[in-house]
């Protein structure tokens, strides 16, 4: 059975850092990409960041350029989603996702769902 298992959210003040974790399991065969979304209170779920398991390519939406990173250990089966210098309109359930193309996941059209973890920057 495909899970996808997010984990490293928590409460972080401005200017922290966190990093979360997905892994993935009960895939047979490889897919060829992998996102992070997030969802506010009282906002549409939002891509934040899409990988390409291909050739690594990588997307961020403009908000978080410069701040979040997106990584992918192939070993452990697990994406990773570093953020760093954290604002209070960070704040957000995290979702891990699988989408069918690198392509579709900019356009948020996915395949497969995690529980998400939530992440709250306040001071």
């Known amino acids: 059975q495909l899970q996808l298992v997010e984990s490293g959210g928590g409460l972080v003040q401005p200017g922290g850092s966190l990093r979360l974790s997905c892994e993935v399991s009960?895939?047979?065969?490889?897919?060829?990409?992998i996102g992070w979304f997030r969802q506010a209170p009282g906002k549409e779920r939002e891509v934040v960041s899409c990988?390409?398991?291909?050739?690594?390519?990588?997307y961020y939406r403009d908000s978080v350029k410069g701040r979040f990173t997106i990584s992918r250990d192939n070993v452990k089966n697990t994406v990773y989603l570093q953020m760093n210098s954290l604002k209070p309109e960070d704040t957000a359930v995290y979702y891990c996702?699988?989408?069918?193309?690198?392509?579709?996941?900019?356009?948020?059209?996915?395949?497969?769902w995690g529980q998400g973890t939530q992440v709250t920057v306040s001071s």
């Open positions: 009960g895939f047979t065969s490889d897919y060829y990409a």
């Open positions: 990988m390409s398991t291909s050739d690594g390519s990588a």
């Open positions: 996702a699988i989408p069918p193309t690198y392509r579709l996941c900019m356009l948020s059209h996915v395949d497969y």
